[in-house]
């Protein structure tokens, strides 16, 4: 049942969202939103990073809004990054306050898959996390001028390492043996669609677009150690 007492009428499969954001009335906001969809519901809600936690063990979701308000020493971008080590699978979709394009490309190069600003019409965010959930990069509300900015800010980090998560940099430390997503898997005990998603998301991180063209970036940069970078 939603907040307004009237159980939304859903025929499918809900894409399940959990809000983390330190004020009350930001996640009552947008729970109201979300709820009165069809399509989309709230499974938690949460005001600290470590409640975050909590929730996604325990609830079955599709998509984390993080705001970045939260606050030191677990903050937003602890999170993050914490939630990709942890779960992923998980979409991760930062939202903020008119937030400057490092702030930007700092949630980005933490994991988050999009930016959605607070500032934007609410059928936009609604619109956002259903991207994101496609598997969409989405910067919504941001100025146009920010995209050159934020994309600087991703492409030139100052080490490879600090790009990939411990449990990305194992991957690829593997999957430079030659072995396959599945054998991977198998050495890691964990689901094969986990150690695709991880590629992938190493991929984007890197900037390219197959294994190779990953182990020879990361050889490069000492990362990994191959017998050759081809």
């Known amino acids: 049942m939603n907040r307004t007492g009237t159980p939304p009428q859903r025929s499918e499969p809900s894409l399940g969202v959990v809000l983390v954001d330190p004020l009350p009335v930001v996640r009552a906001g947008l729970g109201m939103l979300i709820e009165d969809r069809r399509d989309l519901e709230v499974v938690a809600e949460a005001g600290r990073a470590e409640e975050a936690l909590e929730a996604l063990a325990t609830r079955h ?3 984390v ?23 992923p699978t998980l979409v991760v979709l930062a939202c903020g ?11 980005l190069f933490m994991g988050a898959d999009g930016y959605v600003d607070k500032s934007v019409d609410p059928l936009e965010f609604l619109d956002a996390l259903r991207e994101a959930a496609r598997g969409e990069m989405v910067l919504a509300g941001t100025p ?3 995209v050159g900015a934020i994309a600087h800010g991703l492409e030139h980090p100052d080490e490879v390492s600090t790009r990939l998560t411990e449990r990305e940099r194992e991957v690829l430390t593997v999957a430079a043996e030659g072995l396959t997503a599945r054998e991977i898997a198998t050495r890691l005990g964990v689901q094969e669609r986990t150690v695709t998603t991880h590629l992938a998301r190493i991929y984007g991180k890197l900037g390219v677009g197959t294994r190779v063209a990953a182990l020879r970036v990361a050889t490069r940069s000492g990362l990994v150690s191959v017998g050759s970078e081809t």
């Open 144 to 146: 146009r001028e920010f």
């Open 97 to 107: 306050a008119r937030a400057d394009a490092m702030t930007i490309s700092r949630a």
């Open 65 to 87: 809004v993080v705001g970045l308000g939260l606050g030191a020493p677990k903050d937003a971008y602890w999170l993050i990054r914490t939630v990709r080590e942890r779960f």
């Open 61 to 63: 979701a599709d998509v």
